[in-house]
């Protein structure tokens, strides 16, 4: 098989993986469901960063230019946090502390998304 086809291959089970601990982080942790929705929503946020390094591999297939492979590292671990903050604020509840940090996590990521593209031509 081509290793490129192996690495999407990756990316879909570890996407799959993440969203699946992010929806029920309790299938790995035995600790108790926060009753403050700010702290629900935070025990899934770590699981994004399966997420992350499945979208990187899913769409990500080169190490070398390096300045390439940092922007796209940076921008697919921080859709990973994003997409586990959204879903824990789906499932959890809003509070404007949560949407704070998706702005900040959106403001963040906003530079390695353009410098990943603009060094990717």
């Known amino acids: 098989m081509e290793s490129s086809l192996i690495l999407r291959m990756v990316g879909l ?31 899934r946020i770590w699981w994004g960063l399966l997420i992350g390094f ?29 997409m586990a903050r959204l879903i824990g604020i789906m499932l959890d509840g809003s509070v404007v502390k949560q949407w704070i940090y998706v702005g900040i996590e959106i403001v963040i990521m906003a530079p390695f998304v353009w410098w990943y593209f603009s060094v990717r031509s």
Do not use: M, Y
């Not at 390439?68 to 940076?74: E, N, S, V």
């Open 13 to 43: 089970l570890t996407i799959a993986i993440g969203v699946t601990l992010v929806w029920n982080p309790e299938l790995i942790s035995n600790k108790p469901v926060p009753t403050d929705t700010f702290e629900a929503i935070e025990r």
């Open 54 to 82: 499945g979208c990187l591999f899913l769409f990500h297939h080169q190490v070398q230019p390096w300045t390439k492979t940092i922007a796209a590292t940076g921008s697919s671990l921080l859709f990973g946090l994003l």
